[in-house]
């Protein structure tokens, strides 16, 4: 797997709610952590929930799906949530796959 990291930048009022949906294939290890918020005064995290591909239950031959998390806009600022992908246990790979969204609220 090679490591990749992508920045995005969002403009949102305050009182926005939005999702994030980034792929995730439960079988392989890797899982989304917890998202990281520089400044949770500004952005705060609601939900996270993984929806599978195809169907109402993962698919044992293909469990593919998407980690969904809702993120609401709270007050007027700047910061950015950082979602990274990796293997969480113990000397699992840390990092391979990063997503910063840096959110202006105004």
Excluded: H
């Excluded at 403009?11 to 890797?30: I, R, Y």
């Excluded at 899982?31 to 705060?44: H, K, N, R, Y």
């Excluded at 246990?89 to 969204?101: I, P, S, Y």
């Amino acid at each position: 797997m090679n490591d990749v990291n992508v920045t995005r930048s969002i403009e949102v009022a305050p009182g926005t709610m939005f999702e994030v949906s980034l792929f995730t294939n439960p079988q392989s290890g890797f899982e989304w952590g917890e998202v990281e918020i520089s400044d949770p005064t500004v952005l705060s995290q609601r939900a996270s929930e993984f929806v599978p591909l195809y169907g109402e239950q993962p698919d044992e031959s293909d469990p593919a799906g998407m980690s969904v998390f809702t993120l609401e806009a709270t007050c007027k600022g700047r910061t950015t949530a950082v979602f990274t992908y990796d293997r969480p246990w113990e000397a699992g790979q840390r990092g391979v796959w990063t997503v910063t969204l840096e959110v202006l609220v105004m």
